[in-house]
């Protein structure tokens, strides 16, 4: 299959970049005996692709990892270092956009959605964490564009409506391979409007 990849595209592979990624569940042996047929050396543990891992495990250790992520931008800025503006541009263009794509794609928890608002919202504000400073205006307030606002997204909204616009896809394109592996998976009863979550 690959060779035929290599014919059909013009690429070759490169075997000592290249890594395989097995399930759990996956004998050793079997997996050294495919490492061997594909010639390859590294096997993908720790993975990742776009920010987040490429195997899912349990959906907190995803929570926990675009938390640290947001974390690990913000902290450390004091208010001497950046104006308002400089703030509001942080916060816009990293601070909200690092969970984008997994936003696109899982139902983050509005638990989750609030930590980060709360973040950037002390952040705003510049308070460090052993400082107690006042909140002149309300997160609410602030995610507006209009009325004193600055525009800051309300993350469990934009999370819903990523999720929507997947949705929209998959009703417009019900022949696409996505959506027959979703409608295999999950859609028995014959329409993806109506199919039932499953277990897990």
């Not at 926990?64 to 931008?73: D, F, G, H, T």
């Not at 989750?112 to 107690?132: G, P, T, V, Y």
């Not at 009703?171 to 409608?183: F, G, I």
Request: aromatic content about 10%.
């Amino acid at each position: 299959m690959l060779q035929l990849y290599e014919a059909c595209s013009g690429q070759m592979i490169n075997k000592e970049k290249s890594s395989i990624l097995f399930s759990k569940n996956t004998k050793v042996q079997e997996r050294r005996t495919f490492m061997d047929v594909l010639e390859l050396t590294q096997e993908a543990t720790n993975a990742k692709y776009l920010g987040l891992p490429v195997y899912m495990g349990d959906p907190k250790s995803i929570y926990l990892l675009i938390l640290k992520r947001v974390w690990k931008q913000i902290q450390g800025w004091k208010e001497k270092l950046l104006s308002k503006v400089g703030k509001e541009t942080l916060i816009k263009a990293i601070a909200q956009a690092i969970p984008s794509y997994a936003m696109s794609y899982f139902d983050l928890t509005k638990s989750l959605c609030d930590e980060i608002n709360s973040m950037i919202c002390r952040f705003w504000w510049a308070q460090q964490d052993k400082e107690r400073k006042m909140h002149w205006v309300s997160w609410d307030v602030m995610s507006k564009r209009e009325k004193g606002g600055l525009g800051f997204r309300d993350l469990h909204l934009f999370n819903l409506a990523m999720l929507a616009r997947q949705g929209w896809r998959l009703v417009q394109n019900p022949d696409s391979l996505c959506a027959q592996v979703l409608m295999a998976k999950y859609g028995s009863s014959g329409s993806l409007l109506n199919a039932q979550e499953g277990p897990g």
